[in-house]
Nanobody, 116 residues
Framework: QVQLVESGGGLAQPGGSLRLSCAASGFTFSSYAMSWARQAPGSGFEWVSGIYSDGSKTYYPDSVKGRFTIFRDNAKNTLYLQMNNLKFEDTALYYC?????????WGQGTQVTVSR
């Protein structure tokens, strides 16, 4: 079955960095666009990045543009999110998402907390 397992979350100081990973299994990873989404306490979901199946194009909302980088290694079936210059407002549960009409899948999430 489809599995998406996130890792790499934790505690970081403002201005710090974290790299999230998402290990994918149970499907042909290289055939799917992927995204990262997050949910802060008391808030709805926010898409924070997206990447084409071949990695040729990426997407970022203004809230993270220039600070976050999404990339993937199709040979390792792994999706990454490099997060730099972290801000308090980046505190959230971060999810790896397989995109696709009628075939979307979500991981369990990894917590990122930005605090002094």
């Amino acid at each position: 079955q489809v599995q998406l397992v996130e890792s790499g979350g934790g505690l970081a100081q403002p201005g710090g960095s974290l790299r999230l990973s998402c290990a994918a299994s149970g499907f042909t990873f290289s055939s799917y666009a992927m995204s990262w989404a997050r949910q802060a306490p008391g808030s709805g979901f926010e898409w924070v990045s997206g990447i084409y199946s071949d990695g040729s194009k990426t997407y970022y909302p203004d809230s993270v543009k220039g600070r976050f980088t999404i990339f993937r290694d199709n040979a390792k079936n792994t999706l990454y999110l490099q997060m730099n210059n972290l801000k308090f407002e980046d505190t959230a549960l971060y999810y790896c998402v397989r995109r696709g009409l009628g075939s979307e899948a979500w991981g369990q999430g990894t917590q990122v907390t930005v605090s002094r």
